[in-house]
């Protein structure tokens, strides 16, 4: 026998379930059953995501750390509150921006390109304008980079229009005015 066919048979189906069971089952109002459901799924998804981000943490997280820590910034611990959503692990993500080179830079923009589209537009920018100019530039810069680079769409201004405005595009793609 094999294991499906064991594992259908430790199952019940509807008909072996006995009515009393089914009948005297406590109902839930449907509003309350698509809220329950909804924080659960959120729950899974947070879970799963904080998961896979430990585990498949960028391959240059380690060059991040170094270079990060001589600006003074624990990048490892940014990283992890930026994804979990905290507002203040992303502004130490963007005050690292400036002290990354090479490989740190390459994947630092990846992470800042994917933790633009978590946080949306407008919460983004919100975060980066209390950031000084040179970091507003330097952020900027990085996520021409990641467009361009991972994305392959050099103009993300259509996408993300007030993070797109914060700082002049030097070294991409700039769209031509019609």
Same mark, same amino acid.
């Given at each position: 026998?094999?294991?499906?066919?064991? &594992?259908?048979?430790?199952?019940?189906?509807?008909?072996?379930?006995?009515?009393?069971? =089914?009948?005297?089952?406590?109902?839930?109002?449907?509003?309350?059953?698509?809220?329950?459901?909804?924080?659960? =799924?959120?729950?899974? +998804?947070?879970?799963?995501? !904080?998961?896979?981000?430990?585990?498949?943490?960028?391959?240059?997280?380690?060059?991040?750390?170094?270079?990060?820590?001589?600006? !003074?910034?624990? *990048?490892?611990?940014? *990283?992890?509150?930026?994804?979990?959503?905290?507002?203040?692990?992303?502004?130490?993500? +963007?005050?690292?921006?400036?002290? &990354?080179? !090479?490989?740190?830079?390459? !994947?630092?923009?990846?992470?800042?390109?994917? &933790?633009?589209?978590? *946080?949306?537009?407008?919460?983004?920018?919100?975060?980066?304008? =209390?950031?000084?100019?040179?970091?507003?530039?330097?952020?900027?810069?990085?996520?021409?980079?990641?467009?361009?680079? *991972?994305?392959?769409?050099?103009?993300?201004?259509?996408? +993300?229009?007030?993070?797109? =405005?914060?700082?002049?595009?030097?070294?991409?793609?700039?769209?031509?005015?019609?």
């Amino acid at each position: 026998m094999r294991w499906s066919e064991r &594992l259908a048979a430790l199952v019940p189906t509807p008909d072996e379930i006995p009515p009393s069971t =089914r009948r005297d089952a406590l109902s839930r109002q449907p509003s309350l059953i698509v809220f329950s459901l909804g924080l659960m =799924r959120r729950a899974v +998804f947070f879970a799963t995501f !904080g998961f896979a981000l430990t585990v498949c943490a960028s391959p240059w997280l380690e060059i991040q750390s170094e270079q990060a820590a001589r600006a !003074g910034i624990d *990048y490892r611990h940014a *990283y992890e509150r930026a994804y979990a959503g905290g507002e203040d692990g992303l502004a130490a993500m +963007f005050r690292a921006t400036p002290a &990354l080179d !090479g490989g740190g830079a390459e !994947g630092h923009s990846h992470d800042l390109q994917k &933790l633009l589209t978590v *946080y949306g537009d407008a919460r983004f920018a919100a975060l980066l304008r =209390r950031q000084s100019a040179a970091v507003r530039q330097s952020v900027i810069d990085s996520l021409d980079f990641a467009f361009e680079l *991972y994305v392959r769409r050099p103009d993300w201004s259509s996408a +993300f229009p007030v993070t797109y =405005r914060i700082a002049p595009h030097r070294f991409a793609h700039v769209p031509k005015k019609t």
